[in-house]
């Protein structure tokens, strides 16, 4: 996604936020000057945001390793919660009348599970709005295309997660692909980076059982910066599945030749105009190859 002028000031206060957890003074104010300088040599009109966001990671890998720890409790607690709904969500997806229904049951909750906040998250998530709708209750995801003929007809699927919780409703998701006949590989982060789901988080849920591969990445899913075995993983999937903001901004616009569906939360104004909706909505977008 190509940013908005404000996305640099979106940036700085995203890792600022998070990372400056735990710091000092002195510490606080070097942070702020590190996220500083790699914006004002990186940030152009035609900047990945993803990119920009992993030249932040490194250049400031000591204060996120610092913070790490405060976020370890949070992320666990948020686990711990939809590890206690998992088999009421299961029961809700599987209480479908065909299997197009419950496949979009079950992208519906993967999509309402993506709630972490551009804040610093102080507490576990508590996934409301997923637990709302297996009740009946609150709005639904905006579903843009046909992304259940796009699965059906899909061999190879590359899905990129997002944060620890979450990761528990994309369980149920993977194994619909999984029952659909899909090859599925699972991209975490390969390190700690605030509330991110790491192999933890998805050993957490069994998922190192149901998908068929689990790759780390370090950092955001950039599609022409990552390691070999991902960049494998990428061209032999015909299907790419994209959560979260931070992923939709590194991805989108810059692939090609792929179809991609992207389930997130729309957090801020830039990615709200990019995606046709409004900020606060949730959406499930597929992008036909171009």
């Known amino acids: 996604m190509k940013p908005a002028p404000e996305c640099a000031l979106c940036l700085l206060r995203w890792f600022y936020d998070k990372a400056a957890v735990g710091l000092q003074r002195e510490q606080k104010f070097k942070l702020f000057r590190e996220i500083s300088k790699v914006l004002v040599e990186n940030f152009y009109p035609n900047t990945n945001l993803g990119r920009a966001s992993n030249t932040i990671i490194e250049q400031v890998a000591e204060f996120i390793s610092v913070a790490a720890p405060e ?3 949070i992320k666990a607690k948020s686990n711990k919660l939809v590890k206690d ?5 299961s029961n809700f997806v599987m209480q479908s009348k065909t299997d197009e229904e419950r496949f979009l049951k079950a992208v519906w909750l993967a999509t309402l599970g993506n709630v972490a906040p551009l804040a610093k998250l102080k507490k576990a998530m508590t996934f409301e709005e997923a637990l709302n709708v297996m009740e009946g209750k609150g709005p639904l995801p905006h579903v843009i295309g046909d992304i ?3 699965v059906q007809t899909s061999q190879r699927i590359l899905y990129i997660s997002d944060n620890a919780g979450e990761i528990g409703f994309d ?3 993977i194994s619909e692909l999984k029952q659909m006949g899909a090859k599925v590989t699972l991209a975490v982060k390969a390190k700690p980076l605030f509330e991110d ?11 190192h059982n149901l998908a068929d591969e689990v790759l780390g990445i370090k950092g955001f899913f950039v599609p022409d910066a990552m390691d070999n075995r991902l960049d494998q993983a990428l061209k032999e999937s015909d299907l790419v599945m994209v959560k979260g903001t931070g992923n939709y901004e590194a991805v989108e616009g810059e692939l090609k030749g792929k179809a991609i569906i992207y389930m997130l939360k729309v957090k801020c104004g830039p990615v709200a105009h990019s995606t046709g909706t409004k900020a606060g909505e949730f959406v499930a977008r597929l992008d036909a190859p171009t």
């Open 85 to 89: 709904v998992l088999s009421r969500a």
């Open 71 to 73: 976020y370890k409790d």
């Open 171 to 173: 369980s149920l998701l």
């Open 197 to 207: 789901a790491t192999l933890e988080d998805a050993e957490f849920f069994l998922l």
């Open 148 to 150: 259940f003929s796009c």
